[in-house]
């Protein structure tokens, strides 16, 4: 069984990626489990052809202990991915990545384990890393980490905070897979993902190109990867799908980054 | 005396916003507080020249309090404005909010209100509405919230969940002036955040287009207002300074907008 966590910035792209990224996987064979980590909880909405899922968080609320049970949080998506979301409380109250907490207690309780996952995908809000937003970042729930940016430089920043965060509670072991270069569709974008990764140490393992095909395949609210299948989007999709197997099986290395402090990113973003 | 938080999503613009504002507020003959909120404690920067300052989280760390002095964190930026960042914890490590709760404290203790502004300014991250994020959203720090916001979902989605953050612990005063549109540069975005002014019930006080002046002005390390003094972003930050001095003034209302609910966003990327 293998634990992959997908972060980033919010609204870069990681839920798109992760959602079409579990339905490559699954199509490949594997038994998947994607678990939406955002409090926007719209991460599995591709794979439940729309529904908004109940939230783990809200379900604890409305459902007392004894009547609870897995198959309510737990529900079955295209390509038979297994999806669940964690969902977050009320803004301005407590903690935001509580639900993110609540899942992991709550799915465990229920026994998650007797469904025999091949692959766990976290799809995880990397804005701050702090509470429950960096619980996914543990080796006991990631294996490989992957980071989804595009070439801003406020996405490139969130990435760093990422590897920082992870350095500040495991600095020994590599558990970074790489980048995933999700574009906004701007020429400058390269230079700088590119010159990032050199920086930190990191491949960029996929480029998905800005494409209308995302926006087409939401208003049917599937996956590319399902309603487009011979795509551009699709092919990098199922190449980064490889690459997970391949990091799983030990084909491929993980790796251990070094964050940029303050003062090398901004020299990476003034070009210097 | 008069307080303004200035909160939206990360990477929206607020820091360049808020900076401009500060300027243009100075140049008008107020005193003026500027509070970077953001743990990314780069706000002050054009208005100091590029100084990356002591945030009062560092200060904390670094400087027993017998040697503290309020002079160390409350610098001289242009035009006569007094900066301040509260910086926040290495990632990974405790609540991202942690730096604005000690600056909150740290500033009174040192006597800030002996300089008796006419205006404070916070610029907070908007992304989670949590910890020490939703402090300054409070009665007692802002008189007027103002939310910076493009036409792009993902903003209007963290405005509408600060929005939902005021309103779970202060439902009752009025306390929003409105919306700062500063545009992406997208055809789509007008229709989209006019709809969500229309639903919420606020008003767009002012439409700041995408310029190529801000990164001049950026390279130069100063604010717009400064360098560009005849420029349309400073005719459009003149006149959200003047909204402001009408606000603390009473001539022009605040208001008390209904967030949405999450299907009532849906409804309105869906353009439904
Ligand atoms: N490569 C792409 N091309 C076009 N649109 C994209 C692409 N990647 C993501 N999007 C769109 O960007 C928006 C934000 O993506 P989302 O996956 O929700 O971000 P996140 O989960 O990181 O907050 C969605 O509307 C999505 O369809
Ligand atoms: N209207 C605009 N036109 C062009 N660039 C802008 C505009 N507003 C902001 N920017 C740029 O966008 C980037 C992010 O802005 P910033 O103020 O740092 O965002 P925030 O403080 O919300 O995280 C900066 O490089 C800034 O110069
Ligand atoms: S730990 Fe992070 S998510 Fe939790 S309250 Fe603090 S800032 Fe918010
Ligand atoms: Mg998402
Ligand atoms: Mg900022």
Known sequence: MFQIAVYGKGGIGKST?????????AEKGKRVLHIGCDPKHDSTRLLLGGANQ??????MKE?????????????????GVKCVEAG??????????????????????LGIDRYQFDIKL????????????????RKEYADAVYLVTSGE??????????????????????????????????????????SFARAVG??????????????????NIQTVVEIFPNSEPTRVIKSLADHVLLISEGSLSLKSPHPLSDEQLNDLAAGR
């Open 17 to 25: 990626i992760s959602a079409n990224l579990s339905y490559a996987l």
């Open 54 to 59: 109940t939230t783990v968080l809200d379900y």
């Open 63 to 79: 459902v007392p202990s004894p009547e609870r049970n897995l198959e309510d949080l737990v529900l079955d998506g295209s390509m």
């Open 88 to 109: 977050g409380p009320e803004p301005g109250i407590g903690c935001a990545g509580r639900g993110i907490i609540s899942t992991f207690n709550t799915l465990e309780n």
């Open 122 to 137: 976290y799809d995880v809000l990397g804005d701050v890393v702090c509470g429950g937003f960096a619980i996914p970042l």
């Open 153 to 194: 430089f406020m996405s490139i920043y969130a990435a760093n905070n990422i590897l920082k965060g992870m350095r500040n509670f495991d600095s020994i072991s590599p558990r970074v897979a790489g980048l995933i270069f999700n574009s906004r569709g701007r020429d400058e974008e390269e230079w700088m993902i590119e």
């Open 202 to 219: 990191l491949p960029i393992i996929v480029r998905m190109p800005r494409s209308d095909l995302f926006a087409k395949a939401e208003r």
